[in-house]
Nanobody
Framework: QVQLVESGGGLVQPGGSLRLSCAASGRIASTSAMGWYRQAPGKERELVGMVISGGKPNYADSVKDRFTISRDNTKRTVDLQMNSLKPEDTAVYYC???????????????WGQGTQVTVSS
């Protein structure tokens, strides 16, 4: 099976920065997309940003110019650098990956357990 393990959440003041990290492990043959989603209380889960193999990151409009995704294909990691954080960024952040395992012919979606990010003074 595949596991996505996240780290780096916490409490930060408005205007501050946090970095989230996610590492994929397991019997992975290939990973096409990796990225981050978030879900605030009472709201739907939404895309924060995504990197598809060979492509540039794409971001939600609400985080453009503040958040940066970096992906390391060799290490199977994806990080989310969050700057100029706002209270509305408060949410549980989930790592996402589209993975084909060694025993499969097609890819499927995998999710991390989620990490809480709280932006508050």
């Amino acid at each position: 099976q595949v596991q996505l393990v996240e780290s780096g959440g916490g409490l930060v003041q408005p205007g501050g920065s946090l970095r989230l990290s996610c590492a994929a492990s397991g019997r992975i043959a290939s990973t096409s997309a990796m990225g981050w989603y978030r879900q605030a209380p009472g709201k739907e889960r939404e895309l924060v940003g995504m990197v598809i193999s060979g492509g540039k990151p794409n971001y939600a409009d609400s985080v453009k110019d503040r958040f940066t995704i970096s992906r390391d294909n060799t290490k199977r990691t994806v990080d989310l650098q969050m700057n100029s954080l706002k209270p509305e960024d408060t949410a549980v952040y989930y790592c996402y990956a589209s993975v084909r395992t060694m025993s499969a012919t097609t890819s499927r979606d995998y999710w991390g357990q989620g990490t809480q990010v709280t932006v508050s003074s």
